[in-house]
């Protein structure tokens, strides 16, 4: 399982995060949600194991983390490599056999889509963190239809990917209480 945290700093007395888990099986998972005084030390613990994304004004605070939009883009990369190794697969059949049915990869947007938290601090948080969400199920629906085309699945291995190649994922973070 992929465990993500989305991280945001709205005003200078709180902080939000918003876990996200995608993988083994299940389908993108917000998994959790809070709002801390900015000096909890529980915070370090929420987030040490995890992928870290940031909102601009998190960053200041806890770095860069990983870039969802270089996400968006990589999965449209893989996306369109795909097709390429389709295409190609498909005209080296002879002619005879070329009525497979092209993949369908699966839409996504390409920037976050805003929504209200109950929490008005939480807006800015829970909005990358669907478009987190929402990205990484749409890539595991590639994995899923790359893995069930033993042509496509030479491309990147015979086991499912966590994330697209070319995502500049952050380590996970390991912050000191």
């Known amino acids: 399982m992929r465990g993500i945290v989305v991280i945001d700093q709205p005003v200078e007395d709180r902080v939000v995060g918003w ?26 613990t929420l987030l040490t ?3 870290l994304v940031t909102t601009d ?10 870039d ?14 795909l097709d390429a190794a389709f295409a190609a697969h498909l005209a080296a059949l002879p002619s005879s056999r070329r009525s497979l049915v092209a993949p369908r990869w699966p839409r996504m947007a ?18 990358l ?5 929402e ?28 994330f697209p190649p070319g995502w500049g994922v952050a380590a996970p973070v390991a912050l000191a209480a």
Request: aromatic share 4%.
């Open 68 to 81: 969802v939009g270089a996400l968006a883009m990589a999965i449209v990369a893989e996306t369109s490599a």
């Open 49 to 51: 194991g995890r992928v």
């Open 19 to 44: 876990h996200v888990s995608v993988g083994d099986g299940l389908e993108s998972t917000m998994a959790g949600a809070w709002v801390l005084p900015a000096d909890d030390p529980r915070i370090a």
């Open 135 to 162: 990205l990484l199920a749409a890539w595991d629906q590639i994995e899923k239809e790359r893995l069930a085309r033993p042509f496509l699945a030479a491309r990147g291995g015979d086991r499912a990917r966590a």
């Open 57 to 66: 004004k998190a960053a200041a605070r806890f770095g860069r983390g990983s």
């Open 110 to 127: 390409l920037r976050p889509t805003r929504v209200t938290a109950g929490d008005p601090l939480a807006s800015g948080a829970l909005t």
């Open 129 to 133: 963190a669907r478009w987190v969400s």
